[in-house]
């Protein structure tokens, strides 16, 4: 022991000690952490200074999000404000898989809430290498409110908008509906979907692994809403006439039916129904049946609502005056080895007759002392072959083919409506020539103020002509006395025609339709109403279409505050003349 109390180490009494280690080894150890340390250094300048960008995006992929802020859809008015589509607030239901406790008993409730089978709701909750999926979108805000009560782990909602239908089935064919992503996928909802959606805002921000919004990394760009849209459409004629029709087409046992009311001095739609048609408020196993806007995307052979026109026309040319008497006797006609008959064989008809009593032959007569040209270019200028100017969705143009190619049996035939064919939209716009004595006037579905401007078709003399001469085809000994309203002078033309199957004609399948002016004298709507394979024992439009016309008459006007312009009652009738198709 030393002097100063401590015991001195003997160095050379432990083996290990007592070993000379190498020098080159402590240099290969300094070595190796000299090159750890610049591995370090090259690693921090390249994360730092060369590769930042890279590690800067990828960091943003993993935590940055860019959150759409929704703006909020623009609403569809009717003609008097009254809200035909509106969005509400709903919030949509996500989870992140992995944190969500698969046995939590609390899933059987929220299962409940969502109306959806446990096992759905577990098969979506089930692949846990997803960090979001969706639950269900756009619940309503009560059922979203016990959602979050039950406060399960992994469970989430997001804040979007839902739309609702106010009128429900009876203006679905107009408005029609988005989708979850807010989106147009019928009707006006997406002829105008660019409009009403209006400018999604964004939001920059940085998200914790739970969703969390930690901050915000960029100034918010606030949404742009759409603006509101105001149809056309009066929503309390378009209930009524959606009424009428669906009863007609039951108590007819009928396939379908469609009906659309026209302002004669505005062009506005002021109606426009089909049926069937489905709620856009609750859209499930919807069929194409459902879906279907017949009033413009169904063509048919017009029958005799096209012998107007040849009346018109030969009155325009100095044929005939309405006064004009016409052999049509003995009720048929040969032309090409072909035969045209009237569905009651008539003698000398005077050609307001001719249109009160839907004679072909009369018809025919006239048409065949023209030429295919003229009929042809009438047809056109009355927009019979070409698409209607409408923002709808699915509007067809029916079909008018070129005159060069008539055989004398098909201009015959198309005098009275055969060979051609035409939606119920496009017939009501071509009579608003006679409604605006002898202006074609264009059709809106938006609202508008000021009266339309026309273009000339025939003169003002000969479309009053034409009108009398439907006023008398509603009258006693007409083929549309059940056509009368109550306080109002109506006038109009029936149709009836056995449906296509195939290259021909079915025996007993028949389409029936009306298509009408009221009031006479100062006209204010035109109304078209189609019936489609009537199956009740009665076919011809009289009797199945022009009740709903007349029903929808009085009731738009009434609505509209045009006063009624007849003192007496309509003639109670019990027997209506058929007319010949």
Not at 279 to 298: A, C, H, I, M, W
Not at 447 to 455: M, N, S
Not at 540 to 564: C, D, M, N, Y
Request: aromatic share 8%; proline share 6%; glycine share 8%.
């Amino acid at each position: 022991m030393s002097k100063s109390g401590h015991r001195a180490i003997n160095y050379s009494a432990s083996p290990l000690l007592a070993s000379k280690t190498p020098v080159w080894r402590s240099k290969f150890i300094v070595a190796l952490l000299a090159l750890a340390f610049a591995g370090l250094g090259a690693r921090a300048a390249y994360v730092q200074v060369f590769g930042n960008e890279f590690f800067q995006r990828q960091g943003e992929v993993r935590f940055a999000r860019t959150l759409e802020l929704p703006a909020n859809r623009g609403r569809v008015l009717d003609r008097n404000g009254l809200i035909l589509a509106s969005s509400v607030v709903a919030q949509s239901i996500w989870a992140i898989p992995e944190d969500v406790d698969k046995s939590d008993p609390k899933l059987k409730d929220l299962a409940k809430l969502l109306e959806m089978p446990l096992k759905d709701l577990r098969k979506k909750l089930a692949n846990e290498d997803k960090t979001f999926v969706w639950v269900k979108r756009q619940v309503d805000e009560p059922v979203a409110k016990e959602i979050a009560a039950l406060g399960i782990k992994g469970i989430y909602q997001r804040r979007e908008y839902k739309r609702q239908y106010p009128e429900g089935e009876a203006a679905a064919h107009v408005v029609g509906f988005t989708n979850v992503e807010d989106r147009g996928q019928e009707g006006v909802e997406l002829a105008f979907n660019s409009q009403l959606a209006g400018k999604a805002g964004s939001r920059r921000v940085i998200k914790d692994r739970l969703g969390r919004v930690i901050e915000d990394v960029r100034d918010v760009i606030p949404p742009v809403d759409g603006p509101d849209l105001q149809l056309s459409i009066d929503s309390k004629v378009q209930f009524f006439a959606y009424e009428k029709l669906r009863e007609a087409v039951k108590e007819n046992k009928a396939k379908a039916g469609s009906v659309i009311v026209l302002d004669a001095q505005t062009g506005e739609v002021l109606a426009l129904a089909n049926f069937p048609s489905y709620n856009p408020n609750k859209r499930v196993n919807l069929s194409g049946e459902q879906l279907r806007n017949r009033v413009l995307t169904d063509s048919f052979e017009p029958g005799s609502t096209m012998k107007p026109f040849i009346a018109a026309l030969a009155l325009e040319k100095g044929m005939v005056r309405p006064t004009t008497q016409i052999q049509t006797a003995p009720g048929r006609i040969t032309i090409g080895g072909s035969t045209i008959s009237d569905a009651h064989p008539h003698e000398v008809l005077t050609v307001n007759e001719i249109i009160q009593k839907s004679s072909n032959v009369g018809t025919v007569k006239m048409a065949m002392q023209m030429h295919p040209r003229e009929m042809w270019e009438t047809y056109a200028q009355a927009g019979f072959g070409q698409k209607p100017q409408v923002p709808f969705p699915g509007a067809v143009s029916g079909r008018l083919r070129p005159y060069k190619t008539w055989r004398p049996i098909e201009q015959a035939t198309m005098s009275y409506g055969y060979g051609l064919s035409a939606s119920l939209f496009q017939l009501a716009q071509a009579y608003t020539i006679f409604a605006r004595n002898g202006e074609l006037i264009p059709v809106s579905m938006l609202k508008t103020e000021t009266p339309a401007t026309g273009v000339r078709v025939f003169s003002e003399k000969n479309a009053v002509a034409v009108r009398k001469m439907l006023e008398l085809a509603t009258g006693p000994g007409g083929t549309a006395p059940k056509a009368q309203t109550m306080g109002y002078s109506v006038g109009g033309k029936t149709g009836t025609a056995h449906k296509q199957e195939g290259k021909g004609y079915s025996a007993n399948k028949y389409r029936s339709w009306f298509v009408g002016i009221a009031p006479i004298e100062q006209p204010r709507i035109v109304v078209a109403v189609m019936i489609d394979e009537p199956s009740n024992g009665v076919y011809f439009g009289g009797l199945v279409a022009a009740p709903v016309f007349s029903e929808t008459v009085q009731q738009t006007l009434r609505i509209l505050g045009v006063q009624p312009d007849m003192n007496v009652k309509p003639q109670i009738v019990t027997e209506v003349v058929e007319e010949s198709f």
